[in-house]
Structures are given as structure tokens and as C-alpha cells.
T-cell receptor
Framework: DGGITQSPKYLFRKEGQNVTLSCEQNLNHDAMYWYRQDPGQGLRLIYYSQIVNDFQKGDIAEGYSVSREKKESFPLTVTSAQKNPTAFYLC????????????FGPGTRLTVL | QKEVEQNSGPLSVPEGAIASLNCTYSDRGSQSFFWYRQYSGKSPELIMSIYSNGDKEDGRFTAQLNKASQYVSLLIRDSQPSDSATYLCAPTVYNQGGKLIFGQGTELSVKP
């Protein structure tokens, strides 16, 4: 089955710890994206990558880092510098290009205690 | 002015009625427009894409686009309780290679 997987589904961490969220896709998509969603709000873009070994900051990149070493994988690290990390994190992918649709993984719900 | 504005919800319609969801956007360069459905606690699911002015129909869903008015809408005919969800409007950002900007969403409730 083709699709986007994110793990884990739920994640609990203590304040001050870094945590890495996994995103893998087998759709052969070029572009991958990370979004954050807070209750009752739309999605905000954290980082995106259009090709391997290249990525750009989105609107709320502070306190986050990413890597894109393989086309299939785009992990997101939430660092201790992120002031309010508790949120629903969504990974998406698309074929490269401005007109192409983004498809989402199931998401990871991160709670920082 | 917000970049993408959607009609504030919740929107409540009876089963079988037409639900009308509206969205305005500020970026005149937006070329592609997407509607996502998001059930509570789940990730967004793409339900409609529209790229040119006019109407696009897919089953019970019709998307309408008017670039001159910077307006896009989604009509759901014969609404069903299973359509109860939050609907997110997402136009592309001009000249930024597929980047989307999302509205805050409209919550739709279809009453049996």
C-alpha cells in the first residue's frame, strides 16, 4: 500500500527534552512538509523540502529542525527551544510543483509535560 | 486582513440539505485551491482541487472558484451526518512551489 506513515501516534515528553517525529512516504513524492495544528486552528507550516538534501523554513520554524537525507523520509526534531511544543504534528507530501495536491499522514500528537 | 478567511462556524444543516462553505483569500497570485475534510482527532483528507474559474463537480461536492473576487466555495449536496467535520480551505502561495496556506476551517454539523 502506498501512503504516508508517521510515528508514534502519541508522544509524551518532559519539558526540556528534544524529541524526533518520524515521517516516511512510499508514494515517490518529491516534496514533503511539516505542519503544526493547535486546537481550533488551521495548519501552520514548520518546514518543507522539495528535493533531497534541501529544505526551507516555513512560517513557524523557530525551535524545530529537520533533515532530508532520503527521498522517503523527513524527520522533524522538536527542540527544547520550542516554547510551546504541545500540538498535533502533521506530515504531508506531494509531487513537486505548484499545482500539486498534498496528502497527509495520520499525525503525531505531542504532549510536553 | 487574514490571508485565508473561512465563514465562522459551526454551520449546522439538516440531513439532505445543501451545505455551503465559503473561503476568501488575499494572495492574487494563488493558482490552485484545495478543500480538505478533517474529522475530529484525525488528519486532513483532500476532497476537492480546483484550478480554473467556474465550477467543478465530484459526486455530491461542487467547488466554485472566482479568482477576480478571490473567492472559493464548496457546496455539499444531500448532506449526510457522515459529512460532519471541519472543512479547510487551502490556496497555494504564489511562486513558492506548492506551498499552501490554510484557513482556520469551518465546522459543519449535519443533523439527522
Amino acid at each position: 500500500d502506498g501512503g504516508i506513515t508517521q510515528s508514534p501516534k502519541y508522544l509524551f515528553r518532559k519539558e526540556g527534552q528534544n524529541v524526533t517525529l518520524s515521517c516516511e512516504q512510499n508514494l515517490n513524492h518529491d516534496a514533503m512538509y511539516w505542519y503544526r495544528q493547535d486546537p481550533g486552528q488551521g495548519l501552520r507550516l514548520i518546514y518543507y523540502s522539495q528535493i533531497v538534501n534541501d529544505f526551507q523554513k516555513g512560517d513557524i520554524a523557530e525551535g524545530y529542525s529537520v533533515s532530508r537525507e532520503k527521498k522517503e523520509s523527513f524527520p522533524l526534531t522538536v527542540t527544547s527551544a520550542q516554547k510551546n511544543p504541545t500540538a498535533f504534528y502533521l506530515c504531508a507530501s506531494s509531487i513537486f510543483g505548484s499545482a500539486n495536491e498534498q496528502f497527509f499522514g495520520p499525525g503525531t500528537r505531542l504532549t510536553v509535560l | 486582513q487574514k490571508e485565508v478567511e473561512q465563514n465562522s462556524g459551526p454551520l449546522s444543516v439538516p440531513e439532505g440539505a445543501i451545505a455551503s462553505l465559503n473561503c476568501t483569500y488575499s494572495d492574487r497570485g494563488s493558482q490552485s485551491f484545495f478543500w480538505y475534510r478533517q474529522y475530529s482527532g484525525k488528519s486532513p483528507e483532500l476532497i476537492m482541487s480546483i484550478y480554473s474559474n467556474g465550477d467543478k463537480e465530484d459526486g455530491r461536492f461542487t467547488a466554485q472558484l472566482n479568482k477576480a473576487s478571490q473567492y472559493v466555495s464548496l457546496l455539499i449536496r444531500d448532506s449526510q451526518p457522515s459529512d460532519s467535520a471541519t472543512y479547510l480551505c487551502a490556496p497555494t502561495v504564489y511562486n513558492q512551489g506548492g506551498k499552501l496556506i490554510f484557513g482556520q476551517g469551518t465546522e459543519l454539523s449535519v443533523k439527522p
